[in-house]
């Protein structure tokens, strides 16, 4: 520290060294204050919570909305919720298995398809059991990778099952059905597999 005169007065003037620490903390100060702003306007903090009612989870993000058909990754895990926002459990999405706490499986091998004809028909049974009207799925044939066969109208034994309802063909790789009704001429597509899983929830 050295004493200069300034307008006739002496006043303490500091050394080198210490202007030199002085700027080197203003510059750091600086630094870590731009570093907290960056943080805040770059990374928002989003604060969710999980909620139950008598259908299942959903997870309740900080606006008051909340994930529908589409996956999230929360507390460091992978959760996947319907199309009703509900949480996905004990079953697979795409290639990814959830399990019974709705937490996606990594490690679980990927779905490789259907092995045989038969393994399809037992799907397509359990499928259009949940139809409205009374149908009968009657046994097909694999060909090339897709299993075809036909639904019809009413149960065995009765009148109404010699009409053909829809005509159904299965990809037995991706689980993929085009469905054409026979009487409307429309066709309806859907995942075998993945409409099975939901149904079963």
Same mark, same amino acid.
């Given at each position: 520290?050295?004493?200069?005169?300034?307008?006739?007065?002496?006043?303490?003037?500091?050394? *080198?060294?210490?202007?030199?620490?002085?700027?080197?903390?203003?510059?750091?100060?600086? #630094?870590? /204050? /731009?570093?907290?702003?960056?943080?805040?306007?770059?990374?928002?903090?989003?604060? %969710? $919570?999980?909620?139950?009612?008598?259908?299942? @989870?959903?997870?309740?993000? =900080?606006?008051?909305?909340?994930?529908?058909?589409?996956?999230?990754?929360?507390? *460091?895990?992978?959760?996947?919720?319907?199309? !009703?926002?509900?949480?996905?459990? =004990?079953?697979?999405?795409?290639?990814?298995?959830?399990?019974?706490?709705? &937490?996606?499986?990594?490690?679980?091998?990927?779905?490789?398809?259907?092995?045989?004809?038969?393994?399809?028909?037992?799907?397509?049974?359990?499928?259009?059991? +949940? =139809?409205?009207?009374?149908?009968? &799925?009657?046994?097909?044939?694999? $060909?090339?990778? @897709?299993? @075809?066969?036909?639904?019809?109208?009413? &149960?065995?034994?009765?009148?109404? /099952?010699? !009409?053909?309802?829809?005509?159904?063909? &299965?990809? #037995?790789?991706?689980?993929?059905?085009? *469905?054409?009704?026979?009487?409307? %001429?429309? $066709? +309806?597509?859907?995942?075998?597999?993945? #409409? +099975? /899983?939901? +149904?079963? $929830?």
């Amino acid at each position: 520290m050295s004493i200069v005169m300034v307008c006739g007065k002496k006043v303490n003037s500091p050394n *080198e060294s210490e202007k030199g620490e002085h700027e080197m903390k203003k510059k750091l100060f600086i #630094m870590v /204050a /731009a570093g907290v702003i960056m943080t805040i306007a770059g990374f928002p903090v989003y604060a %969710g $919570q999980w909620k139950m009612d008598s259908i299942g @989870y959903w997870y309740e993000e =900080d606006k008051g909305t909340y994930p529908t058909d589409s996956w999230r990754y929360i507390d *460091e895990k992978w959760y996947y919720f319907d199309g !009703q926002g509900y949480m996905v459990k =004990d079953t697979w999405v795409g290639d990814y298995y959830v399990g019974s706490d709705g &937490v996606m499986l990594p490690d679980k091998p990927a779905w490789s398809g259907y092995a045989t004809g038969e393994e399809v028909y037992m799907e397509l049974q359990k499928y259009y059991a +949940n =139809d409205p009207s009374e149908v009968t &799925v009657m046994e097909g044939e694999a $060909q090339e990778g @897709y299993y @075809y066969c036909d639904v019809r109208c009413g &149960v065995p034994g009765n009148s109404y /099952a010699s !009409q053909r309802l829809y005509e159904v063909e &299965v990809s #037995m790789k991706t689980g993929e059905v085009k *469905e054409l009704n026979l009487i409307t %001429g429309i $066709q +309806n597509l859907f995942n075998l597999r993945e #409409m +099975n /899983a939901r +149904n079963s $929830q």
